[in-house]
Each structure stands twice: as C-alpha cells, then as structure tokens.
C-alpha cells in the first residue's frame, strides 16, 4: 500500500545532541510537511517542501533543520534538542498544495523524548 | 489567515448515542475545511472535507459534518457513536496557496459503554 513511513516510532536523545527523524513516502507526492504535536495540543506546522522549495514557518525555531534529497524522502533535523522539544513530529505529504484542497496523508509520528 | 475553534476538549457520550463535537473557522478567503482523527500514538487520518459544492458531507465511518457558511461552523456528527470511535478528533482550514493546514486544539471523544 502506497504509505507515508516514519522511522523510527520512538527516538530518545540527550539534551543537546543532534537528532535526526526521517519519513519516506510512496505516494509520489509533491509536498511533504513536518508538523510538531505536544502533549494535548493541536499539530504546529514546522515547515514544508514543495517539490525542492523549503517553506519555513515565521515561528519555527532556527534549531530545527529540514532536507528534502530526492521526492520520496524527508527529514528533520534538530540541531541541539532542548526539553521543550519533546513531542511528536508527524511527517505528512499531499499531492499538491493544501490549498487546492489535496488532503493530507499522515505518517504514524515519532516520539521524540529528551533526557 | 485562518483560526479554528474547537468547542469542548472532552466529549462523553454513551455507546449508541448521537456524538456531536463543534467546530468554528475565521478565515479571510472561502475555506476548505476537514475533520482528521487521531488514534493513540498514530498519526492522523482523514475523516472528511469540504471544498465546493453539497454542504453535507459524508466520511468514513458513519461521520458526517455540515458546513454552515452564515454560522462559520463545520460540525462533527456520527447518528450512534460506537466504542473504536473513541480518539482525538481535530478540525482545520484552509484558505488556499501555500499556507497549509491550521488545526484546532482537538476534541477527546469518551465512548461510555
């Protein structure tokens, strides 16, 4: 089945050492976001790709980090994870800009637990 | 820019029971607006939208939401909840171009056996 895929489910690191979450798709889609989900709240669009194009979000901090190598995969980065960046980073993709009202495809997320 | 308004972050109902969860937008431009589930420790999954055309739209798994342009509102509605309907549930908007989704906080639906 034609999926988007995040690896791994649960990643720990320490304060301050580089992380990095990786998602692959197989939908063949043109953009791929990075959303942010802290206990109870709603998804924070980190950024997105469309196609090579990286759009950041105004509020996003300089400590995450996003490469897009080819269409099929995506990955974040975070530079020196703090306690507060603990949370679930779920990757989506959609064939084409949410505002032609293409639907977004969720991966499962990642857990990201800072010690 | 678009905002979204989710009314209750826990619902309750008894199995077999009518579920209603609220949603209300704010949107400057003609919205699409969905509704997304959530399952523990998953990723989200779409239940239904709305772009153009018939107001009521049906989804999956026996929900269906209204979109009332004079009420800005696009509520959840399932006739007789069932216990697997028990998630997180979250609507968002959108008003075109590059500006992605914009979620509300969530709504906790609580299915009593």
């Known amino acids: 089945d034609a999926m988007v895929i995040q690896n791994p489910r649960y990643q720990v690191t320490q304060f301050g050492k580089p992380v990095t979450l990786s998602c692959s798709q197989t939908?063949?889609?043109?953009?791929m976001y990075w959303y942010q989900q802290k206990s109870s709240q709603a998804p924070k669009l980190l950024f997105h790709?469309?196609?090579?194009?990286?759009?950041n979000e105004a509020d996003t901090p300089d400590n995450f980090q996003s490469r897009r190598p080819n269409t099929s995969f995506c990955f974040l980065d975070i530079r020196s994870p703090g306690l507060g960046d603990a949370a679930m980073y779920l990757c989506a993709t959609s064939r084409d800009r949410t505002g032609t009202n293409s639907p977004l495809h969720f991966g499962n997320g990642t857990r990201l637990t800072v010690t | 820019a678009q905002s979204v308004t989710q009314l209750g972050s826990h619902v309750s109902v008894s199995e077999g029971a009518l579920v209603l969860l609220r949603c209300n937008y704010s949107?400057?431009?003609?919205?699409?607006l969905f509704w997304y589930v959530q399952y523990p420790n998953q990723g989200l999954q779409l239940l239904l939208k709305?772009?153009?055309?018939?107001?009521l739209v049906k989804g999956i798994n026996g929900f269906e939401a209204e979109f009332k342009k004079s009420e800005t509102s696009f509520h959840l509605t399932k006739p007789s909840a069932h216990m697997s309907d028990a998630a997180e549930y979250f609507c968002a908007v959108t008003g075109g171009g590059a500006d992605g989704l914009t979620f509300g906080k969530g709504t906790h639906l609580i299915i009593q056996p």
């Open positions: 949107s400057s431009v003609p919205p699409y």
């Open positions: 790709y469309y196609d090579k194009d990286f759009n």
């Open positions: 709305y772009t153009t055309g018939a107001t």
């Open positions: 939908l063949n889609h043109n953009v």
